[in-house]
């Protein structure tokens, strides 16, 4: 999975879901880039074309990638022929069936929609980058795309340097029980608990310590929000509201950052016109038909909207049934439209992963190093339950670099001494 300082020293590429006048560029990006390159597919006459380039060239027509039936040996075999690690290595494609393998295998990918927004039904299993042109495979070769907002946003380590470039949002829709249609601007992914790739990932480990009301995060998630309407709506936005807390004696999380986000638009600050009339259950383990039963009836707008375009926050997107409860209360008292702005959209669980990645443990003790934040200074960490015995627990980024060390699907990984992943 990809984090920021994931470091691509390989790629394979998906030549049956590529353009081929992409073929010579890539070989020439990945030269001056000081990458590997290896051009993967089931077109032998495409690799016998990409073979008589200059120079020598990586090709294999044994692909797993049009596979519907996963095939480890196969991408150790393509990891071997690049002489680099899963964690080392990219797969740039097309293919949904491709993203999922790369996904599957723990490694960073690229999907390409070609001119095309992302497909709707990608929202749930993103790409760690998305590319709609040549120009953004170059950024993401070069490494000059940070990947998404809020999960760039979230990323608090020692000696991180700002870097805004290629930040990526998430355009699509949302269709409401009443017969509305919602724009919906999403910033980053998140990974439930169970999730193994929830492992080291910031976004999703502040997103929590917000719910459980650790306000410090507010700050954070304060600037994430001016970053994503800032960047991605650009017409006037009348009034900004949240999704309201079950309980009107509840915290409610999102009161400031409500308030940064109608000041710095000069929209009206609609929170306390939005309220929740009904106390419902957890949606956590109901399916779509049951979440929209669970909330129906659950807000209610005070005031009249007609007319306005309405900002509607909130922090995750599983399946949509809250946001789309509270848009329709908001389009029944006339508002003219709701873009319904989230940090992150939850992602499927990828279970394939559940061996695969494995905790990395403290030497002294054995006991699993977890992701924590730093009270002071908001900065990452990993750390042991017995952390405040040892005299250093280790930085953020020693912490994932091991971490994915420790996760590598390469042949012949299982024989390395197990003493290299503690600390």
């Known amino acids: 999975m990809f984090i920021i300082q994931n470091e691509w020293k390989g790629i394979a590429v998906d030549t049956d879901s590529i353009p081929e006048e992409f073929d010579a560029?890539?070989?020439?990006?990945?030269?001056?880039?000081?990458?590997?390159?290896?051009?993967?597919?089931?077109?032998?006459?495409?690799?016998?074309?990409?073979?008589?380039?200059?120079?020598?060239?990586?090709?294999?027509?044994?692909?797993?990638?049009?596979?519907?039936?996963?095939?480890?040996?196969?991408?150790?075999?393509?990891?071997?022929?690049?002489?680099?690690?899963?964690?080392?290595?990219?797969?740039i494609t097309g293919s949904r069936q491709a993203l999922k393998q790369a996904q599957n295998h723990n490694i960073s990918n690229l999907f390409f929609c070609g001119g095309e927004e992302l497909p709707g039904d990608l929202i749930v299993d993103l790409p760690d980058h998305i590319a709609q042109s040549w120009e953004d495979i170059e950024k993401a070769v070069r490494g000059e795309s940070a990947g998404y907002l809020a999960e760039y946003c979230a990323e608090r380590y020692a000696d991180k340097k700002d870097d805004w470039q290629a930040l990526r949002t998430i355009r699509t829709e949302l269709k409401t029980f009443g017969g509305n249609t919602c724009p919906l601007i999403a910033a980053g992914r998140y990974f439930s608990q169970s999730d193994p790739r929830a492992y080291g990932h910031q976004l999703s480990k502040r997103i929590l310590l917000h719910k459980w009301e650790d306000t410090a995060q507010t700050e954070i998630f304060t600037e994430t929000y001016r970053q994503i309407i800032g960047s991605a709506i650009c017409e006037k936005i009348d009034a900004v509201t949240r999704i309201p807390p079950k309980d009107s004696r509840q915290f409610d999380r999102f009161a400031a950052i409500t308030r940064a986000a109608a000041d710095d638009t000069g929209a009206e600050d609609l929170s306390e016109q939005?309220?929740?009339?009904?106390?419902?259950?957890?949606?956590?383990?109901?399916?779509?038909?049951?979440?929209?039963?669970?909330?129906?009836?659950?807000?209610?707008?005070?005031?009249?909207?007609?007319?306005?375009?309405?900002?509607?926050?909130?922090?995750?997107?599983?399946?949509?049934?809250?946001?789309?409860?509270?848009?329709?209360?908001?389009?029944?008292?006339?508002?003219?439209?709701?873009?319904?702005?989230?940090?992150?959209?939850?992602?499927?669980?990828?279970?394939?992963?559940?061996?695969?990645?494995?905790?990395?443990?403290?030497?002294?003790?054995?006991?699993?190093?977890?992701?924590?934040?730093?009270?002071?200074?908001?900065?990452?960490?990993?750390?042991?339950?017995?952390?405040?015995?040892?005299?250093?627990?280790?930085?953020?980024?020693?912490?994932?670099?091991k971490a994915m060390e420790r996760r590598n699907s390469d042949a012949g990984f299982a024989n390395e001494s197990e003493s290299k992943f503690l600390f």
């Not at 306005?308 to 049934?321: Q, R, Y």
Request: with cysteine; charged share 30%.
């Open 25 to 91: 560029r890539l070989k020439s990006l990945s030269e001056n880039a000081g990458k590997k390159i290896l051009f993967c597919g089931n077109n032998k006459e495409r690799l016998k074309k990409i073979e008589a380039m200059d120079g020598p060239q990586l090709t294999c027509d044994q692909s797993p990638f049009g596979k519907a039936i996963f095939y480890p040996k196969v991408y150790a075999r393509l990891l071997s022929m690049l002489q680099t690690r899963s964690c080392e290595t990219a797969v």
């Open 274 to 401: 939005l309220v929740c009339v009904k106390k419902y259950g957890s949606q956590r383990t109901l399916n779509r038909a049951e979440r929209e039963a669970n909330v129906k009836g659950a807000f209610e707008m005070k005031k009249e909207v007609k007319g306005k375009h309405i900002v509607l926050l909130d922090d995750i997107l599983t399946s949509g049934a809250t946001a789309a409860e509270a848009a329709d209360e908001l389009y029944l008292r006339g508002a003219e439209k709701v873009t319904v702005v989230v940090l992150a959209i939850k992602q499927n669980k990828n279970n394939f992963l559940d061996e695969k990645l494995v905790p990395i443990r403290c030497r002294k003790c054995g006991g699993e190093m977890q992701l924590r934040i730093n009270r002071t200074t908001q900065e990452a960490f990993f750390g042991c339950r017995e952390l405040y015995n040892k005299e250093a627990p280790c930085t953020y980024i020693e912490g994932y670099k």
